[in-house]
């Protein structure tokens, strides 16, 4: 009877697991887009992370380059500044400048000497 009972705690046992484990193939299976999905979704937020980290360090980039270039407006507009004094200036010189001057007349004399070169030579042509 011992034996009888035993077996047939086993075999129930056996029917509880094959049911279990259907149960379970069942749930594996149903989850399984799930988890592609979930998969799909983390691969998704990674491209995007990366994507944000590019962006961050590009903004970074710029806001380095545009600090550089707002220092060298700052020197540029100093510079055009002192060159808008200067301007100014000589302006307001040739402002003070008559319209028209009169030059004097300048003569002009060319004179020329000619006069025949000293020549003292002699051949042996004439037997001298």
Not at 43 to 48: A, K, R, Y
């Amino acid at each position: 009877m011992f034996g009888a009972a035993t077996s047939a705690y086993a075999i129930s046992f056996a029917g509880v697991t094959a049911l279990q484990s259907q149960a379970d193939q069942r749930l594996i299976d149903r989850q399984s887009p799930a988890e592609e999905a979930a998969a799909r979704l983390g691969e998704g937020h990674d491209q995007l992370e990366a994507e944000v980290e590019r962006a961050a360090q590009s903004y970074a980039a710029s806001v380095t380059r545009y600090d550089e270039l707002a220092a060298s407006l700052s020197s540029t507009e100093a510079s055009l500044e002192r060159y808008t004094g200067r301007v100014e200036a000589i302006s307001g010189a040739a402002r003070s400048l008559p319209d028209r001057v009169t030059l004097p007349t300048v003569s002009r004399t060319v004179t020329r000497t000619i006069s025949k070169p000293r020549v003292s030579a002699t051949t042996g042509a004439s037997g001298h």
